[in-house]
């Protein structure tokens, strides 16, 4: 009897929720360590990104361009998903175990919580390494990351919030896909396509956010960039809270809610 390479969206939801199990035993540390590399390996795929994005529109033009910064972005949520870490965009999916009831909603909280900012540490850290790394110290790059920064900064609430649903939809339908698949190869193919779609588009991602802008306000300040409008405060309060309500949303209700309504039902007859 041929064995398949993947489970249905039943199954799959199943495999979520019994994964999500694990809130309730995994201690708090071992969850933060695992937050701290999501941080590592999503601000690996955001430069690499940066370094792809800095120069390639004069070659190819801008849609290609995008294309091809998504592509290598993704590399990001390979890691994260092959090597195992906690993502707090990815955890959104948690929501299935709750509404299951095999995770408290308190445990819930708690694990967004301490992921999210093990995650922001992480991307901290690692926006810090390639600073000192003065590998961008002159050039485009060094344009293309507050060139990014700012313009994310001066996103208004609402956009930023409708982008980060967007986003998050993806992402999480990402993180469902490679749940689905049973091979290294499936996993890669459904990180890399939602995630490419979603960079390309602009939708924003609150953990990214958390190594892109810091990135661009160690440069405005270590390269003396007048960019008055690039400031903490805008990052905090003008970015990552309005994305991260929005990754939340679109996490939560598009693709958690969704796929628990439709298939977890199922699961008690």
Not at 113 to 138: H, P, T
Not at 247 to 258: D, E, I, R, S, Y
């Amino acid at each position: 009897m041929e064995t398949k390479n993947y489970l249905t969206p039943t199954e799959t939801i199943s495999a979520i929720v019994q994964s999500g199990k694990r809130v309730m035993t995994q201690c708090r540390r071992r969850t933060f360590l695992l937050s701290l590399l999501a941080g590592f390996y999503i601000a690996f795929g955001a430069q690499l990104s940066t370094v792809v994005m800095h120069d390639a529109a004069a070659f190819v033009g801008l849609g290609l361009a995008r294309l091809a910064t998504g592509i290598v972005f993704s590399f990001g949520l390979m890691l994260v998903v092959v090597c195992g870490a906690e993502l707090f965009t990815g955890n959104s999916l948690l929501v299935s175990s709750a509404l299951d009831g095999e995770i408290s909603w308190i445990k819930l909280v708690e694990n967004w919580s301490i992921v999210l900012f093990g995650n922001l540490l992480g991307a901290l850290f690692m926006a810090w390494l390639l600073y000192e790394s003065r590998l961008w110290q002159s050039g485009t790059v060094a344009q293309q990351v507050v060139a990014t920064a700012v313009a994310k900064s001066q996103l208004s609430f609402w956009v930023a919030f409708v982008r980060g649903i967007l986003c998050n939809w993806l992402v999480c339908l990402a993180v469902f896909m490679a749940t689905a698949a049973r091979d290294i190869s499936g996993k890669l193919l459904s990180c890399l396509v939602p995630i490419t779609a979603f960079v390309a588009s602009g939708f924003e991602h609150s953990v990214a956010n958390m190594y892109f802008i810091p990135a661009g306000l160690l440069l405005k300040s270590g390269l003396g960039i007048p960019e008055p409008g690039l400031t903490w405060g805008a990052f905090l309060f003008g970015n990552i809270l309005p994305v991260t309500l929005g990754n939340l949303v679109g996490g939560v209700l598009f693709v958690a809610c969704a796929y628990s309504y439709v298939h977890l039902p199922l699961n008690r007859h």
